[in-house]
C-alpha cells in the first residue's frame, strides 16, 4: 500500500500576521441575544485586509448567520466562546451562493444549502478553540411545541453543512467543539492538506435524533489527518467519500488520510467508506476506540440510483477496540461494476455479536479482504469475496445453498433488505 507521510503541522503554526484583532472590536456583543454576523464578518474581513491574522472570539455567546471566512485567517474560539447559529433559515447563505454549492429543499436530506462557517477557495485558514461552534439544532429540528419531527421530510426547512470548506488547502480544525449541528457537523470537499486535531463533535441522538447528524466527512481530499478526536454522533462519525463531482471543476481522489488516537460512538456508523463515483484509496485508520455503536465499519460503493459507484481500495484499519451491535458492511449496493479491494482488518477486539456481511455483485467480485487477528466472536456472510482470515475470533459462517441462493438474489435486485 502507498501512504505518503502526511507532515501537516508545517502550516499549523501561524504566521506572524499584522490583522489579529478581536471581533468585539468590531462591535460584537456575544449575549446570545443580539445578531452579531456583521461584525464577526466584518473582523474577518479586516485581518485579511491587512495580509492575514488570528481573529478572536473572546467569552460570550455570538448569534450568527453564514461567515465566509478568508485565506491566512486563524478563527480563535476562546474558553468559554460560543458561535450560535442564527434560527432564521433567512441568514444563511443561498444554495446558488458558489457553483460548489448545493441545497436539497423538496427532496433528498431536505437541506436548504446554508453553511454557519464556510471556505471557498481558501487556503491556511485554522478554526482553533477551546471555544465551541453551536449549529443550534433545536431551532430547526423541533416543532414550536418544542417536539421532534418523526420524519426528515417534516421538517419546514435547515440548514446543511455546519462548517464547510471546498476547493482549499491548509486548513485546520484544532482543540474545536462542533456542537448540535441540524445536519453535517463538517464537510471537506475536494480540499488539499487538512489537519483535525483535538476536537469534540457531537450532534443529538439520546434527547432527540438528528437525521443524518454526521461527524466529520472527508470528501474528495487529499493528505488528510484526524487525531486525538471524540466524536460522538446520530450518524457517521468519519466517512470518505469520493462523491459531488458535478460540483467541481477539477476533482480529485480521496486519497491518503490516516485517522489515528479517536474515540467514536454513532447510532448507526462508526466509520464509513464509500459513495459517490470516484476513487478513495491509501488511508490508515487505528488506535481507535469505538463504543455504543450499530455499525462498526460500512465500506459500500454507492447509495444511490443511477451512479457507477466509488472504487476502494488499500484500505487499513488496524489496533481498534469495537462495542458494536455488527462489526461490518462491505457491499456495492446500487453500483453495479464498482472495484472493492485489498482491504485489511488487523489486530481489532471487542464484541459484535450480529452477523456481518461482505456482499459482492457477481460482475465484480471483492478482492483482497483480509481479517488478521481479529479478536470479535462473530460471523461474516460472504458472498462473490475472496475473504483471507488469519487467526481470530472472526469466522466466515457457511451458507446453505438456498441461503446463499437467496442472498445473490437479494443483492443482484437491491433489495432492501441487504442495507
Known amino acids: 500500500m502507498r501512504m505518503l507521510p502526511l507532515i501537516l503541522s508545517l502550516f499549523i503554526a501561524a504566521t506572524a500576521f499584522a490583522g489579529n484583532v478581536s471581533v468585539k472590536d468590531f462591535g460584537a456583543v456575544g449575549n446570545g441575544v443580539t445578531y452579531d454576523t456583521k461584525a464577526v464578518q466584518a473582523a474577518i474581513d479586516c485581518a485579511a485586509a491587512q495580509g492575514g491574522g488570528v481573529v478572536t472570539v473572546p467569552a460570550g455567546t455570538y448569534l450568527c448567520g453564514s461567515l465566509w471566512l478568508r485565506s491566512n485567517i486563524e478563527l480563535h474560539l476562546e474558553d468559554g466562546a460560543v458561535i450560535k447559529g442564527s434560527p432564521d433559515i433567512a441568514d444563511y447563505c443561498a444554495a446558488d451562493c458558489c457553483p460548489q454549492n448545493e441545497g436539497e429543499i423538496g427532496h433528498g436530506d431536505y437541506t436548504s444549502g446554508g453553511h454557519l462557517l464556510l471556505g471557498v477557495d481558501v487556503q491556511n485558514v485554522t478554526l482553533s478553540g477551546p471555544g465551541r461552534i453551536d449549529g443550534n439544532s433545536d431551532a430547526f429540528l423541533l416543532d414550536s411545541e418544542g417536539k421532534r419531527y418523526r420524519k426528515k421530510s417534516l421538517i419546514p426547512n435547515r440548514p446543511s453543512q455546519m462548517v464547510w470548506f471546498v476547493d482549499s488547502r491548509n486548513i485546520v480544525l484544532k482543540d474545536i467543539e462542533l456542537a448540535d449541528s441540524p445536519y453535517w457537523s463538517c464537510f471537506i470537499l475536494n480540499c488539499e492538506n487538512v489537519s483535525i486535531d483535538g476536537c469534540y463533535v457531537h450532534t443529538r441522538r439520546k434527547d432527540y435524533h438528528t437525521f443524518n447528524g454526521d461527524g466529520i466527512d472527508i470528501d474528495r481530499c487529499r493528505n488528510v489527518s484526524i487525531t486525538r478526536c471524540r466524536i460522538d454522533t446520530s450518524d457517521d462519525c468519519i466517512t ?20 489515528t488516537s479517536c474515540s467514536l460512538s454513532s447510532s448507526c456508523n462508526a466509520i464509513r467508506v464509500g459513495v459517490g463515483e470516484g476513487h478513495i484509496h491509501d488511508a490508515v485508520l487505528s488506535g481507535i476506540s469505538i463504543t455504543d455503536t450499530k455499525t462498526a465499519f460500512n465500506i459500500v460503493s454507492s447509495y444511490s440510483k443511477g451512479e457507477r459507484g466509488t472504487d476502494i481500495d488499500g484500505i487499513v484499519f488496524k ?59 462473530a460471523c461474516f456472510e460472504c458472498v462473490n469475496a475472496r475473504v483471507k482470515v488469519c487467526g481470530g475470533l472472526f469466522t466466515r459462517k457457511k451458507l446453505t445453498r438456498s441461503e446463499l441462493r437467496s442472498r445473490m438474489e437479494n443483492i443482484e435486485n437491491e433489495k432492501k433488505l441487504m442495507y
Open 319 to 377: 489496533d481498534i477496540s469495537v462495542q458494536a451491535r455488527d462489526l461490518l458492511r462491505i457491499h456495492h449496493m446500487r453500483s453495479k461494476d464498482a472495484v472493492i479491494k485489498d482491504i485489511t482488518f488487523e489486530d481489532i477486539r471487542g464484541t459484535a455479536p450480529e452477523d456481518s456481511r461482505i456482499w459482492a455483485k457477481k460482475a465484480a467480485p471483492f478482492k483482497g479482504i483480509v481479517f488478521r487477528n481479529v479478536e470479535v466472536p
Open 240 to 259: 470518505l467519500r469520493a462523491s459531488g463531482a458535478h460540483l467541481l471543476q477539477n476533482p480529485q481522489d480521496c486519497e491518503n488520510v490516516v485517522v
